[in-house]
């Protein structure tokens, strides 16, 4: 080899000429490959968003949720490949046979060097789509990294979960197009308002003063299932308030724990139970066992009530017979005590009587006898 006239291949090895031929030699050689390096540098250090995303989707080891949507291109004789197949769906919709999801399968392990746990993406599509699929590839996996996906999910024979679909967020949002618009109005608005309950702190105040309950009882109405049959009763009959209140919340109530059924007497058969109280048709202490008695009847009524329990009021005749039986019978405390041998006998008489007498009215009975 001869270099500007000298042989540098017949030199002796290793005398100043033959070192220097090969130093200059090897400094040319590696000075090329850094120019070149440099050039690749220079011009060749670019990214883009294609190669962002592949680099993140290409094959994702990180998150097993991943392995059940292992994604794939499918073939198709009137189009060369579906946007996104995924190879268990289009078997479920028989897009393909059994072998050659089998195939495509373990293709897609030997091409990726994947394993059981490793979801393998492929996206083929216009570039816009198939940004937007690797996007939601990368979201996906990030959000199972951060902890439970807030999505939908469907279970499994096996009573483990699926994804089936994101949640609704506000792109979901927007009028429902098969329903024609409502026009809403001043008069419309003005009509429900009207028509709102009453509000149950100024119910309570107008039920205190109007019906003179007591905080306890009015309370007790307002919470009661019977609030407005309570007013309706209070309106039809001459029965006083407070008698109504304590009937339909703490006697329904007693009545309930014991196990009557108080759902089978209806409103109406109660308003005429109190109408027929407010007219001295029975009296106050046989209240409950008429409701008992209807509860356990349900194909009877009032009339029926009053005559199989024997509740037929006395009459002022009867009741004056009665008193004065009582009283020839107890003459020496009579004589005794006087007057004060009312309270005595009038528990006597009511003892015979209870159910089927106004004690106001045998009262009033036993102190004319007693005068």
């Known amino acids: 080899m001869q270099v500007f006239g000298y042989d540098f291949m017949g030199i002796e090895s290793f005398t100043g000429i033959f070192v220097l031929f090969h130093l200059i030699f090897s400094i040319g050689r590696w000075s090329w490959i850094v120019f070149v390096l440099s050039l690749g540098a220079k011009y060749l250090n670019f990214n883009t968003k294609f190669l962002g995303y592949a680099n993140e989707a290409a094959l994702v080891k990180a998150n097993p949720e991943l392995a059940s949507s292992m994604v794939t291109l499918i073939t198709k004789p009137d189009k060369p490949t579906s946007t996104i197949g995924k190879l268990a769906s289009d078997l479920a919709k028989g897009r393909i046979t059994q072998e050659q999801y089998d195939i495509g399968v373990e293709a897609l392990k030997k091409a990726t060097g994947a394993g059981e746990g490793d979801a393998v993406v492929f996206v083929a599509d216009v570039k816009e789509n198939t940004e937007d699929g690797l996007k939601a590839v990368v979201e996906r ?16 024979p096996d009573a483990t979960t699926r994804y089936l679909r994101p949640r609704p967020g506000a792109a979901r949002m927007y009028p429902e197009t098969d329903i024609p618009p409502l026009l809403i109005i001043k008069s419309f608005i003005e ?13 309570f105040r107008r039920l205190k003063k109007e019906y003179h309950l007591n905080d306890k009882l009015a309370k007790q109405i307002i919470d009661s299932e019977f609030g407005d049959l309570f007013e309706v009763i209070v309106k039809e009959s001459n029965v006083a308030a407070t008698t109504i209140a304590v009937f339909l919340t703490e006697t329904l109530t007693s009545l309930r724990r014991n196990g009557i059924s108080v759902e089978n007497v209806s409103a109406d058969q109660i308003l005429d139970l109190f109408r027929s109280l407010g007219s001295g048709e029975i009296a106050k202490e046989a209240l409950a066992d008429v409701f ?48 004060k041998a009312l309270n005595i006998l009038m528990g006597l008489v009511m003892k015979e009587v209870r159910g089927k007498a106004d004690p106001r009215v045998v009262n009033e009975l036993l102190r004319e006898q007693l005068n």
């Open 141 to 156: 996996a990030r959000e199972a990294i951060d902890g439970v996906p807030a999505e939908t999910r469907a279970a499994n």
């Open 191 to 203: 009509k429900i308002r009207s028509n709102l309950p009453e509000r149950a702190e100024r119910k």
């Open 292 to 339: 008992v008695w209807l509860s356990e009847n349900e194909d009877k009524n009032l009339h029926d009530a009053v005559g199989a329990l024997e509740l037929k009021m006395f009459s002022e005749a009867e009741l004056t017979k009665l008193i004065s039986r009582v009283i020839a019978g107890n003459r020496q405390l009579v004589n005794k005590a006087g007057k």
